[in-house]
């Protein structure tokens, strides 16, 4: 039974191969096989694959202490668990898909259905023997799925870790800011959920590495295109 875990995300292993988005779908179907789920036609893989900076990733719910979404939801169908691991769940019976927690998700973590008629997440695959599908099915570990008996002192210190960090983070990237390019908006410092971006106002920002947990947000939300993925 899938227990309490991370998700580890190794970028620069993704050969954008897609397993991880079929076999997601797949293991949301009502059949779990694949020819089964392409007839059943409703089935939504809860991860992408995009680009990030020079590489391809795969995104998905980064299950936030803190999550922006929750708040959000008008329908309340957004909900944090107690407890690890502190998934955000998503109860789709009371979704009514107002669409809110897509917009206020500042790592691209969830989708509207195609119908576009209820919210898509990952859910970390709960209650599947085998862990989250999308590890399982990785053919280059470029995602990991580590219960927290198997985290290394590191990765355990994360997983219990800081105010605001999220359950799934990225290894062997790193994130800079490009001082001439940086507007100051501070955008990137106000989604950052490891406190990890110095500036003034009206002043180029800065990544503390030391702080840095990889996330990526701030790429994703930069209006000037100033933060380099490395």
């Known amino acids: ?92 019976a009371a979704c009514t898909g107002a669409g809110k927690c897509v917009k206020r998700c500042p790592f691209q973590g969830i989708e509207m259905s195609r119908t576009g008629r209820q919210a898509v997440k990952c859910d970390l695959c709960v209650g599947r023997p085998a862990g989250p599908a999308c590890a399982e099915a990785c053919p280059t570990d470029a995602i990991v799925y580590r219960r927290e008996e198997e985290l290394n002192e590191a990765e355990s210190a994360y997983y219990r870790g800081r ?31 490891a406190e990890a971006i110095e500036g003034a106002k009206k002043t180029p920002h800065k990544i503390i590495q030391e702080r840095c947990v990889q996330c990526g947000g701030c790429y994703v939300v930069c209006p000037a295109d100033a933060v380099r993925v490395l």
């Open 1 to 92: 039974m899938s227990g309490p875990g991370m998700l580890i995300i190794h970028a620069k292993r993704c050969i954008a191969c897609k397993r991880c988005v079929v076999e997601c779908a797949v293991a949301h179907s009502a059949s779990k096989e694949l020819v089964g789920a392409i007839r059943e036609g409703t089935n939504e893989s809860r991860v992408t694959v995009r680009l990030w900076g020079p590489y391809t990733t795969p995104i998905q719910c980064r299950h936030c202490e803190n999550p922006p979404c929750v708040p959000a939801c008008p329908s309340h169908a957004l909900g944090k668990e107690n407890g690890r691991p502190s998934r955000v769940r998503l109860d789709l």
């Open 163 to 193: 105010p605001g960090s999220a359950l799934v983070r990225r290894e062997g990237v790193r994130h800079e800011i490009d001082p001439k390019a940086c507007t100051a908006c501070r955008k990137c410092a106000l989604i950052c959920p």
